[in-house]
């Protein structure tokens, strides 16, 4: 306990971050007068409360974080907050068991964007900006958050912001200070989202659905207010714009960040990453539509483009709006658009999977080995553009792609033992690992997760927060050397 | 003249050899007293141990009354503040440091009087660098160098039977090459100088110096030789300072290999090397260089600082079939041992380095000095100030200037506009003159052809 116990504390802390975050939902909720007050209510005194307890029992024990604390903190933070973040659907919903709020909870925050509920249209506007907030929230990172916002977080703030932020080097910093950068961050990604925001209300929507979907588009989480996704609105206008916001949320923030500062777009021509993943990503939809068009499911080649662009740039970005049921299409294309969302996007962007740079990184590799059985005596190092990729790096992106490889297969065996058919077990497990959304056929983008049972409603939820913390965050926790003393 | 120098690394020594041999007063400064003892067991000069930077060594060197410092140690930190120290402290009146970080360079600044007070910053392995590039790029030459910033080249190149050239009169070029205008200035035959006049024949083995613009190089050159195929895969020997250097100069436009010994070395050589595959061994390992294919090699480097295994791998190089093989010597009786035998360019470090150093301090105003022949020669552009009553020069043609015995004008630079000499050109004041200076003791007779003011006297 006593090894605990300044984890808790800053737990805590983090407990209490959240329910503040709930004065958001809580003042649309009484501006609106939808009747689903009395859920932030509780959720905000419970989730508070528990947090202050947390801190409060904790006090007389605080020190420095080290390392290992880090990777702790990351995992319960993402556990724990998860849990609370259920609260105000818990309350709203009595007919939702734990197991459904608690995944539609992780979906929102590892900005995943499967549901399990039915019925998003009727639900109180709160309710549904709560779950786009989490979206939100989750797409930079909650840790993240905590880290620009808590100061007193100190020399710690560098091992969490390290063990959430997703891509294989994370030591560099904008700033000198973590938390200037996470305040940075933050600003950047704020800027943008009220950008969305205000392009999404320029064709047509109204202020909530625009903030509800600029929140899931920037978060790359893909929540709707509608069962029918972006489907609903039907409006080439809204997918465009949605498009293009989910192009930029795909690509490293710092890079963003980066532009804002120096006022030129310099650092995207610098930007190895984000070039491959649009090179990847625009070509995809090129090759897709064509063939999807020669193959005669629409009849024009424009309405092929239109479709596949959308759902296409949504799965591979991971974000997983839908606007069609592209589960009809011929299965290469959907499937191809789940191969994307475990590699397209960039490190430091709000999407999940092994990310672009990884993708990069082990492709030189192989690259590099080739090189090395005609040329014995070679001795090349691993570059991306300009930049030297260190072997430590390497070694630690091999290794990440093989244990995200394992965990898919791992996982979507143990939903082939529940009796789920192959296509729907890996898809589901890929599309929660790369905290996309839909998957294909049970879990597809017609239907949602409702169908599966508890196990594999938890299978699931534990496979988004493995995806979303990478792997080894979570993975380390499981290894006895963690624990040894 | 009385010069300091800092440092008895390659750079050091060399300038220490050649300097001593032109009758100056030489202390040389180093931390280590074995390179500085064996300094002093080759030449006349006096030696010193001690930090180079430090006020009270300086004193002890005797700086207070020289008249040139030139700070080559290995770092350029020493050399920046020991020129800074030799300005301030004791006046010295030139001063020359070796900056080899090209972060300093970039900033010019920092050499005025008000900072560091360096007149000349000289790059020793940059210019050797520059000079590997020009022997890649005329891989049928001995030695090419620049002159009117890049406009003319002089090139040395050995005529060989096929040239349409050897064989037959110097005067016929005119009309072989009607279109252009170069200008043979020396001939080696033998190694004994001949002065080029019209008549003269051209034969099989004979060492052409000539001057031409840079954009006919290539068309001059072909009247002396076939032309050698076009070069496209070079490998390096030695992945030091030079090695690197000249592989990331090169590897934009030729398939480069580097072969370096160290493994912490070749590593970073890998990360520095965007295109240059870099191979970890050893340079004389023939089973190394057989795998790696050298046989397809148009030009083999071998650029290690042990001139030893310089000698063996470009040997063996040739021996295993590299069509040309280039190595770096520091010694000079090896270099006039092996040139031109086996090993097909044996080139000086010191003597493809020391240009800007003697451009520097010749007397008269020196643009440009070049070192021809592993030093026995010269070749360089100087300035005609004054007017026709100071100068010897001005107002005359190029027939009926009095030049020492074998110096020849081969070219005259005015603003923009290149002169090949013809015996009929008038020198005009600020004109730039390229002269040949065939052997090094007649070049204090050239400086003082410059001199506006001991004309009048």
């Not at chain 1, 430590?392 to 297969?409: D, E, G, I, K």
């Not at chain 2, 895969?233 to 580097?258: H, Q, T, W």
């Not at chain 2, 063996?312 to 031109?340: E, F, P, T």
């Not at chain 2, 009553?389 to 110096?407: C, F, N, Q």
């Amino acid at each position: 306990m006593r090894k605990l116990a300044p984890v808790l504390n800053v737990l805590g802390k983090m407990v209490m971050l959240l329910a503040m975050t709930m004065l958001f939902p809580l003042l649309v909720s009484d501006l609106t007068d939808d009747g689903a007050s009395r859920a932030f209510h509780w959720g905000m005194a419970i989730t508070f409360l528990s947090g202050l307890a947390m801190t409060l029992a904790t006090m007389g024990v605080r020190r420095e974080l080290t390392p290992r604390d880090g990777y702790l903190l990351a995992s319960l933070t993402w556990i724990v907050l998860t849990g609370f973040a259920a609260l105000p659907l818990l309350v709203q919903l009595p007919a939702l068991s734990f197991t459904d709020a608690y995944f539609e909870a992780m979906s929102g925050l590892s900005t995943t964007g499967a549901t399990v509920l039915v019925g998003l249209d009727g639900l109180p506007h709160s309710i549904n900006l709560w779950r786009h907030q989490l979206n939100w929230m989750g797409g930079m990172g909650i840790i993240v958050l905590a880290v620009a916002i808590f100061p007193l977080l100190g020399v710690g703030g560098m091992q969490l912001f390290k063990a959430e932020t997703p891509g294989p080097m994370k030591e560099s910093k904008l700033t000198p200070r973590i938390t200037e950068t996470a305040k940075n961050l933050y600003l950047v990604y704020v800027l943008i989202t009220v950008a969305c925001i205000l392009a999404l209300m320029a064709v047509g929507l109204d202020w909530y659905e625009a903030t509800c979907h600029a929140f899931a588009a920037m978060g790359l989480g893909g929540f709707s207010t509608h069962d029918a996704s972006v489907g609903f609105f039907d409006s080439p206008a809204v997918e465009g714009v949605l498009i293009v916001f989910m192009l930029v949320a795909g690509m490293n923030f710092t890079t963003h960040f980066l532009a804002f500062r120096s006022r030129s777009l310099r650092s995207y021509l610098a930007d190895v990453e984000a070039k491959a993943f649009l090179t990847l990503v625009l070509g995809s939809c090129l090759l897709a539509s064509l063939y999807i068009w020669l193959v005669e499911v629409y009849p024009s080649f424009w309405t092929a483009l239109r479709h596949v662009s959308f759902n296409l740039v949504s799965i591979a970005t991971d974000c997983g709006f839908v606007s069609t049921d592209y589960n009809q299409w011929p299965i290469v294309v959907p499937l191809w658009m789940l191969f994307l969302s475990c590699v397209a996007v960039s490190s430091g962007s709000t999407g999940g999977g092994i990310k672009m740079i990884r993708t990069l990184v082990t492709f030189q590799q192989a690259l590099r080995e080739m090189s090395k059985q005609i040329h014995p005596a070679m001795v090349q190092s691993v570059r991306l553009g300009r930049h030297v990729i260190e072997n430590r790096v390497v070694f630690a992106v091999q290794s990440f792609v093989l244990l995200y490889v394992t965990t898919v297969v791992g996982l979507t065996f143990v939903l082939l033992a529940t009796g789920l058919e192959p296509v729907s077990a890996l898809s589901a497990i890929l599309a929660t690992i790369n905290n996309a959304g839909p998957g294909l056929n049970v879990v597809g983008p017609a239907g949602n997760f409702s169908p599966l049972t508890d196990f594999q409603t938890w299978v699931c939820t534990f496979s988004m927060l493995a995806g979303r913390l990478e792997l080894f965050t979570l993975f380390v926790l499981f290894t006895p050397r963690f624990w040894a003393k | 003249m009385k010069i300091i120098i800092l440092g008895a690394g390659q750079v050091g020594s060399s300038l220490a050899a050649s300097l001593v041999s032109e009758d100056n007063d030489i202390t040389v400064v180093d931390t280590d007293a074995a390179k500085l003892a064996a300094l002093q067991d080759r030449y006349d000069l006096r030696t010193l141990v001690g930090h180079a930077a430090h006020p009270s060594v300086l004193r002890e060197a005797g700086i207070d009354d020289a008249e040139l410092l030139v700070a080559v140690t290995l770092s350029d930190e020493t050399n920046l503040v020991a020129c800074k120290l030799a300005a301030t402290l004791f006046h010295v009146p030139r001063r020359i440091a070796r900056i080899r970080s090209p972060d300093y360079l970039a900033a010019p600044d920092l050499f005025t009087p008000a900072n560091f007070a360096v007149d000349l910053a000289i790059s020793p392995e940059q210019e050797i660098t520059t000079y590997l590039r020009r022997l890649i790029d005329y891989p049928e030459a001995l030695q090419v160098v620049d002159f009117a910033d890049g406009r003319i080249r002089m090139v040395a190149v050995k005529a060989r039977h096929g040239g349409p050239l050897v064989g037959h009169e110097l005067r016929s070029l005119r009309q072989r090459l009607p279109d252009l205008d170069a200008r043979v200035a020396a001939i080696y035959r033998r190694d004994r100088a001949l002065v080029p006049k019209g008549i003269t024949v051209v034969e099989d083995g004979d060492e052409v110096f000539f001057l031409a613009a840079t954009e006919n190089i290539r068309a001059v050159m072909k009247q002396m030789r076939r032309a050698d195929a076009s070069v496209r895969r070079v490998m390096i020997a030695g992945g030091g300072n030079i090695g690197a250097r000249l592989a990331a100069d090169l590897e934009s436009d030729y398939s480069v290999k580097l072969i370096e010994r160290s493994k912490a070395r070749a590593q970073q050589l890998a990360e520095q090397l965007a295109d240059t595959l870099v191979l970890n061994g050893e340079a004389t390992d023939e089973e190394l260089l057989l795998l790696e294919n050298v046989e397809d090699i148009d030009v083999f480097c071998a650029l290690t600082n042990d001139d030893e295994d310089n000698i063996m791998a470009s040997l063996l190089a040739k021996q295993l079939g590299a069509h040309k093989v280039i190595a770096l010597i520091n010694r000079s009786s090896y270099v006039d041992l092996l040139q031109g035998g086996a090993i097909d360019i044996a080139l000086s470090p010191a003597h493809a380095s020391i240009g800007p150093l003697l451009t520097h301090i010749r007397r008269g105003d020196m643009v440009k000095v070049h070192s021809l022949r592993h030093g026995a020669a010269e070749a360089m552009e100087a300035v005609v100030h004054g007017d026709a009553r100071t100068s010897k020069l001005i107002g005359r043609a190029i027939d009926a200037i009095a030049l020492p015995e074998g110096v020849t004008i081969g070219a005259v630079a005015r603003g923009d506009r290149v002169l090949m000499a013809h015996h009929d050109v008038v020198i005009e004041a600020e004109d730039h003159v390229i002269l040949f200076v065939p052997n090094k003791q007649l070049i204090p007779k050239v400086e003082k052809l410059f001199q506006a003011g001991s004309a009048a006297a």
